[in-house]
T-cell receptor
Framework: LAKTTQPISMDSYEGQEVNITCSHNNIATNDYITWYQQFPSQGPRFIIQGYKTKVTNEVASLFIPADRKSSTLSLPRVSLSDTAVYYCLVGALSGNTPLVFGKGTRLSVIA | NAGVTQTPKFRVLKTGQSMTLLCAQDMNHEYMYWYRQDPGMGLRLIHYSVGEGTTAKGEVPDGYNVSRLKKQNFLLGLESAAPSQTSVYFC??????????????FGPGTRLTVL
């Protein structure tokens, strides 16, 4: 499994766009990228997943450059309720090896 | 549709006691997982199952056992609890283990304290 590196913590003011970058230099050809969000005292929940270029849903956008050695989760106009830990995971498109959660990035949104 | 449920929500054990945590899902998922999360840490995979009757070890399996006798249930057992097993335990399930259908759905967690 590709090792991921992401910032331990980030702060942002309400209404700003937040970009969290994850490095995965040894990502394999058949690996895809998934992001999860975890609020305090809750289990993580799936946010977005992608293989290359850009993916957008109602919650976030995921930008993946051509070399796929990094990815950026973009949260538009954050609010206090976006305060959470965000995990970047890299996993294979086939096989049974489970994804590995790292320590994630703790995002604090300030009023 | 309850999703993933965990029983109990809280538990306090004395060192050496045993207990079983129950995870149930009603989404007909093949894969189920048990994680532990210590303060300020990410989730670490204890054991997982890729289908009824199967189990496999994760990153930190020592001191735990699991069983998947029914597709909808995944049990985590502690035979002789130790203070190092004080943690929050999360169960999750997914339709598959890879690809776009591997989204994991998590339960609310069980907070276990071992004295």
């Amino acid at each position: 499994l590709a090792k991921t590196t992401q910032p331990i913590s980030m702060d942002s003011y309400e209404g700003q766009e937040v970009n969290i970058t994850c490095s995965h230099n040894n990502i394999a050809t058949n690996d895809y990228i998934t992001w999860y969000q975890q609020f305090p005292s809750q289990g993580p929940r799936f946010i977005i997943q992608g293989y290359k270029t850009k993916v957008t849903n109602e919650v976030a956008s995921l930008f993946i450059p051509a070399d796929r050695k990094s990815s950026t989760l973009s949260l538009p106009r954050v609010s206090l309720s976006d305060t959470a830990v965000y995990y970047c995971l890299v996993g294979a498109l086939s096989g049974n090896t489970p994804l590995v959660f790292g320590k994630g990035t703790r995002l604090s949104v300030i009023a | 549709n309850a999703g993933v449920t965990q029983t109990p929500k809280f538990r306090v054990l004395k060192t050496g006691q045993s207990m079983t945590l129950l995870c149930a899902q009603d989404m007909n998922h093949e894969y189920m997982y048990w994680y532990r999360q210590d303060p300020g840490m990410g989730l670490r995979l204890i054991h997982y199952s890729v289908g009824e009757g199967t189990t496999a070890k994760g990153e930190v399996p020592d001191g735990y056992n699991v069983s998947r006798l029914k597709k909808q249930n995944f049990l985590l057992g502690l035979e002789s609890a130790a203070p190092s097993q004080t943690s929050v335990y999360f169960c999750a399930s997914s339709y598959s283990g890879t690809g776009v259908e591997n989204e994991q759905f998590f339960g609310p967690g069980t907070r276990l304290t071992v004295l």
